[in-house]
Nanobody, 116 residues
Framework: QVQLVESGGGLVQAGDSARLSCGAS????????MGWFRQAPGKEREFVAA???????VYADSVKGRITISRDNAKNTMYLQMNSLKPEDTAIYYC??????????WGRGTQVTVSS
């Protein structure tokens, strides 16, 4: 059974940076596409960024230029570096792992709160 655990969330001020981590256990995820999603209060969960097994990345337009997704397959860990944070980035951030286009595994999320 795969388990994904997010860490690195918390309370930051607008303009600050934060780095989220997603550690995986139970299976090596080097061949999976990994992604970050977020859900703000009262809103639907939305896609943030994804990285393929080969390192190709894709970002939501709302975060492009401010957020960088990366992975360390040797550590079975994925990261999300967030810069120039805005209050609208406040959300619970979830990591997920996908095989064949479907996100099969999800973490429980980590809260990021950006104060203005």
């Amino acid at each position: 059974q795969v388990q994904l655990v997010e860490s690195g969330g918390g309370l930051v001020q607008a303009g600050d940076s934060a780095r989220l981590s997603c550690g995986a256990s139970g299976r090596t995820l080097s061949s999976y596409t990994m992604g970050w999603f977020r859900q703000a209060p009262g809103k639907e969960r939305e896609f943030v960024a994804a990285i393929s097994w080969s390192g190709n990345t894709v970002y939501a337009d709302s975060v492009k230029g401010r957020i960088t997704i990366s992975r360390d397959n040797a550590k079975n860990t994925m990261y999300l570096q967030m810069n120039s944070l805005k209050p609208e980035d406040t959300a619970i951030y979830y990591c997920a792992a996908a095989m064949s286009g479907t996100y099969n595994y999800w973490g429980r999320g980590t809260q990021v709160t950006v104060s203005s």
